[in-house]
């Protein structure tokens, strides 16, 4: 588990009742959670392990617009203001910046895509520039490297993933929200196709409304009620230093990803490498994934691990009286990849000599949940009333989380929705759409 993880209380007595509850305390639901509370909604956050324990902890912790599917963007937008917003209201920093990002490539299809995307950008009013080849090595000084060119997005920036949800589920409790971890919500109780109740292992909550935000385990837990919501999670590692000198806050090449974290650590990632392990789930729904694992990343390794037989991609069944796959695996902490790790710091090392033998403080593997198109379900559910699903980040999950919790607010409350949320909605894989791979 990442140690930097920020701790914070549980509410000592589950509510008998609440007009909504969110089953998974990631960044998206602790964002929903927020939003609902400061509505004045009575709201019980569920999280069978610790809040923000998974991916929400994991990531790089970069918050973009750039290169965003157009379908994301306006969404993406709404997000970037709620990082200031909501810090604003809660009056606790949760460790977003507007640093700006800076990438750098010497691979020509590359640099192509990204100009390509300025029309995009233009569209949407995303501040953004190419950068010359002189302009990139001037942001991203890397060692041996001639860049053909490179991007600056200039109003983007980070967040800090150890302190974003748990600092974001203490704001909604400020709102009246309860927060209940190591609770493990097992299943819906249904009547006449409607939510009526959350069951969970502590006991159960009536309510009318559910939001689903449960990460890589949303597709396992609405599968009992014959909700079809193909998800696939594929296995990252990334590495955390030490407090290290300066280079950079936000640098990204093809090689390697520099985060500076406000401790003054970095964390290291790589875009495009990644682990699909072969599970029961996976292979369900192999067919839709191909398209986007092709597109998206460009080194794949294929294996076997204990999630074909344990985790959300599991085949699993068990009943209301006996203890779930959620309580089974409380938190979801794949080992990292020693390859990935060994290719990250030569990327690291090679290019940037002032972080050669940095002391690795942590390295942790992790699940990205994602949809055949990479663009995440944020949708009411058909099959059943009052359920609702807020989950598929597809890798960029984090950044745009605020978003996604607010517009899944949105549909909860049956207030305005703050985007369009067609886009995202889940009947988009069964009613003849097109699924377009979504931009990385």
């Keep these: 588990m990442t140690p930097l993880l920020r701790s914070i209380p549980s509410d000592p007595e589950l509510p008998a009742k609440a007009d909504v509850v969110v089953i998974g305390a990631g960044i998206i639901g602790a964002s929903a959670a ?18 923000g324990a998974e991916q929400s902890s994991r ?57 390509q995307w300025q029309t995009t950008a233009r569209k949407f009013d995303v501040n953004t520039r190419m950068l010359s080849p002189k302009e990139a090595h001037e942001s991203v000084p890397a060692q041996g490297r001639r860049w053909l060119g490179g991007v600056h997005s200039v109003d983007d920036g980070k967040g800090e993933p150890a302190i974003a949800a748990p600092t974001i589920a203490s704001g909604a409790r400020k709102f009246g ?29 009536r309510t009318q409304a559910v ?12 599968r009992p009620y014959g909700v079809i919501f193909p998800q696939a999670s594929v296995r990252q590692t990334a590495v955390r230093t030490v407090p290290t000198v300066d280079v950079g806050d936000a640098l990204y090449t093809p090689e390697c990803s520099l985060t500076r ?13 990644a682990t699909l392990d072969l599970t029961p789930q996976g292979m369900r729904y192999a067919r839709w994934f191909m398209p986007m694992f092709l597109k998206r990343l460009k080194a794949v390794q294929v294996g076997v691990s204990t999630s074909m037989f ?50 690795i403080a942590d390295s942790w593997g992790s699940y990205v949940d994602c949809t055949p ?9 058909d099959r059943v009333r009052g359920f609702y699903l807020a989950a598929g980040g597809s890798g960029r999950g984090f950044g745009i989380g605020p978003g996604i919790g607010r517009l899944a607010a949105d549909l909860v409350a049956n207030d305005k929705p703050c985007v369009d949320p067609t886009p995202f909605r889940l009947s988009r894989f069964f009613d003849g759409s097109k699924v377009n791979v979504g931009a990385l």
Excluded at 84 to 111: H, M, S, W
Excluded at 214 to 220: D, H, I
Excluded at 262 to 273: H, K, N
């Design 34 to 51: 927020f939003s609902l509370a400061e509505r004045g909604l009575s709201v019980a956050l569920l999280e069978k392990g610790l809040v």
């Design 261 to 273: 974290r406000l401790d003054g650590s970095y964390t290291f990632a790589v875009s495009g490498r």
């Design 59 to 115: 990531n790089w912790g970069w918050c973009r617009r750039q290169n965003r599917d157009e379908r994301e963007l306006p969404l993406s937008g709404v997000a970037m203001d709620l990082w200031d917003e909501i810090a604003a209201k809660i009056g606790e920093d949760v460790g977003f910046r507007r640093c700006g990002l800076f990438y750098a490539t010497d691979n020509p299809q590359q640099l192509a895509e990204w100009e």
């Design 373 to 381: 198109d990479a663009v995440p379900v944020i949708s009411a559910v």
């Design 310 to 359: 344990r985790g959300p991609e599991a085949l699993a069944r068990w009943t209301m009286q006996e203890t779930s796959p959620f309580e089974r695996m409380r938190i979801l902490d794949p080992a990292p990849s020693k390859r990935t790790i060994a290719a990250m710091l030569k990327g690291v090392h090679d290019q940037f000599p002032a972080l050669a033998g940095v002391t």
């Design 177 to 205: 929200a309860t927060i209940h971890q190591n609770c493990a919500a097992r299943g819906l109780d249904v009547v006449n196709g409607a939510v009526a109740g959350v069951i969970t292992e502590k006991g159960t909550i």
């Design 211 to 222: 939001l689903n935000a449960g990460g890589a385990w949303a597709s396992m837990f609405s």
